[in-house]
């Protein structure tokens, strides 16, 4: 257990819907990173987080949002779902001045 | 852009052998992180090793040490004694490092080792 959680661990849903993904880093930490885990594009990285400020941004769709709040976690929004959203998505968190990104479990999402 | 390349989509090694799985790597960076990351079938991301660039001594975690060959761009991976539960995609990672703070990771695209009993 890395002490990174997600929920939901599941979620199926249809194309053109909305759903939220949740993040809760490990105790300590202020950097959240979301990854996207897919057959076709492998694992990619997506956004990070540091303190509440958006500090990196990878290859995110503009239909993807993601946000931190004060407590820490973070929620990874995703809208207009196509089926090639299906894939599972990663929360990692690193603590100040570490290099060591620690995973969470992920979010299988499945759009039908 | 950094790359990185996992040559071997696949391996498959007997019990208590020692196998070894490489990486390749392309930055202009002088300063990063190598890591490995093992995915077994839970699909939970286990870090399994790292390696910080301006360290010429190769890490060592246990049963799992690395190759580390700057010059090269080369960060192999050596599991010795494996087990059955060393059954998993192995994912070479590389991140740059920028003043201080993290950064985000690219990864490979894995090999998946097959422990056989």
């Known amino acids: 257990d890395s002490g990174v959680t997600q929920t939901p661990k599941h979620l199926i849903t249809a194309t053109g819907q909305r759903v939220t993904l949740r993040c809760s880093p490990r105790?300590?930490?202020?950097?959240v990173y979301w990854y996207q885990q897919s057959l076709d594009q492998g694992l990619q990285f997506l956004i990070q987080?540091?303190?509440?400020?958006?500090?990196a941004k990878g290859n995110i769709l503009e239909r993807f949002s993601a946000q931190q709040f004060p407590d820490l976690h973070s929620e990874l929004n995703l809208s207009s779902l196509e089926l090639g959203d299906s894939a599972l998505y990663f929360c990692?968190?690193?603590?100040?001045?570490?290099?060591?990104?620690?995973f969470g479990p992920g979010t299988r999402l499945t759009v039908t | 852009a950094q790359t990185v390349t996992q040559s071997q989509p696949e391996m498959s090694v007997q019990e208590a052998e020692t196998v070894t799985l490489s990486c390749t790597y392309d930055t202009s960076e002088n300063n990063y992180y190598l890591f490995w990351y093992k995915q077994p079938p839970s699909r939970q991301m286990i870090l399994v090793i790292r390696q910080e660039a301006y360290k010429q001594q190769n890490a060592t975690e246990n049963r799992f040490s690395v190759n580390f060959q700057k010059a090269a761009k080369s960060f192999s991976l050596k599991i010795s004694d494996s087990q059955l539960g060393d059954t998993a995609m192995y994912f070479c990672a590389f991140m740059n490092q920028y003043g201080g703070a993290t950064n985000k990771l690219i990864f490979g695209t894995g090999t998946l080792l097959a422990v056989q009993p």
């Open positions: 990692a968190s690193s603590a100040p001045g570490s290099y060591e990104q620690y």
């Open positions: 987080y540091y303190n509440g400020e958006e500090r």
């Open positions: 105790s300590g930490d202020l950097s």
